[in-house]
């Protein structure tokens, strides 16, 4: 058993298993699920109650912490899987468990609270801690040292692009000062920094919000692994079900409401044309709605706050040649030359998957 300190709330929990599962009735439900990310369990353990004995839940995870805590429910439900990879790999993971179509999928692209609240990793400025950020600890770059060797450019397109950050260039520019007196190696002395160079912000915001923001977001890769398992889960969707995603900030939110909107429209581009209505492109998902939490989750865990859920129902519109990247307009990453890599060896993923 995972002992952890730090807890986690789920977000939006009963709205997204409702929109996911539609039992009314009370019946248990079968098929074959997946949950992208599963953190603390909070949504895969809600669900695994509405699922029937022969139902099947596939969760999968970057973080090592995350993957314990699952191989713990899992020990106990045979019905879980537990996948330590990213969600840009599902479609691929999934065909090495011989799956190649679900009945639903649920991703909470939110950072779990114990990864906040842990200063070991080093995504909060809250508590001073080791500048990591990693989701994986096991590969890839630390926050520490990409910010060692980024150049100033790369620096202010990073925080500009995926911080919304104003004063981008000002605090690439003070980054790159500082590291010549002293390495950067805790969060304390990087939002320390910031604050020195930021000096105006948003009422109740920490001047380092959207730097430290910006650099998780660069490290792991969120916004193109999300682009990609979109098209992936697309394709792996069966007729009528559904998807349900939980964004947290405008960026990944703008990516999810684009992708169903092109899915749930592909002939906006040719409306205007003077093509007979048989002959034009046809939805292939159908979007559900989009869910807000209430005043009272807010008041209670306030971590909710900027949560969005997005639902999106797959037709039986057969898929265009392109696949599910027809609907999906790719991230470009930043620096790509010196990203960290994108993934670990298919050996080393196949061997960290576990179920019992």
């Given amino acids: 058993m995972v002992n952890s300190p730090f807890q986690h709330r789920p977000v939006l929990l009963a709205p997204t298993i409702d929109a996911l599962s539609r039992q009314d009735d009370g019946d248990a439900v079968g098929g074959v699920w997946v949950d992208t990310t599963f953190g603390r369990g909070g949504h895969s353990r809600a669900l695994l109650a509405r699922l029937g004995p022969d139902a099947r839940l596939i969760a999968f995870d970057k973080d090592p912490q995350a993957v314990a805590a699952a191989r713990d429910v899992a020990a106990a439900d045979p019905r879980l899987t537990i996948v330590h990879a990213g969600f840009a790999d599902i479609r691929e993971e999934l065909a090495e468990l011989g799956i190649t179509q679900v009945d639903g999928v649920m991703m909470d692209l939110g950072i779990s609270s114990p990864q906040i609240d842990d200063p070991e990793r080093g995504f909060s400025f809250m508590r001073d801690g080791p500048l990591d950020m990693r989701m994986d600890t096991t590969r890839g770059l630390t926050a520490a040292q990409w910010l060692a060797e980024a150049s100033i450019d790369d620096m202010r397109e990073v925080i500009a ?23 950067l190696t805790t969060t304390g002395e990087l939002a320390h920094l910031v604050a020195g160079t930021v000096r105006t912000r948003e009422k109740g915001q920490h001047p380092a919000t959207r730097t430290f923001q910006a650099i998780r977001i660069f490290l792991n890769q969120e916004l193109e692994e999300l682009s990609r398992a979109l098209a992936s889960i697309l394709e792996l969707l069966a007729p009528g079900a559904r998807l349900a995603v939980i964004s947290f900030h405008s960026l990944e939110d703008r990516i999810v409401k684009q992708f169903i909107a092109a899915a749930a429209n592909p002939g906006a581009e040719t409306a205007r044309l003077p093509i007979p209505e048989r002959d034009r492109p046809q939805p292939v998902l159908l979007s559900v709605g989009r869910i807000l939490p209430t005043d009272e989750e807010v008041a209670g865990n306030p971590r909710a706050r900027s949560a969005v859920l997005r639902v999106a129902e797959r037709t039986s519109v057969p898929l265009p040649p392109e696949g599910g990247a027809a609907f999906s307009r790719a991230e470009l990453p930043v620096g790509a030359a010196r990203r960290p890599a994108s993934s670990r060896p298919r050996q080393v993923r196949a061997q960290a998957r576990s179920s019992t």
């Fill in 161 to 183: 692009r995926y911080g919304e950050e104003r004063f981008a260039f000002q605090i690439a520019k003070a980054i790159a000062a500082g590291r010549e007196v002293r390495a």
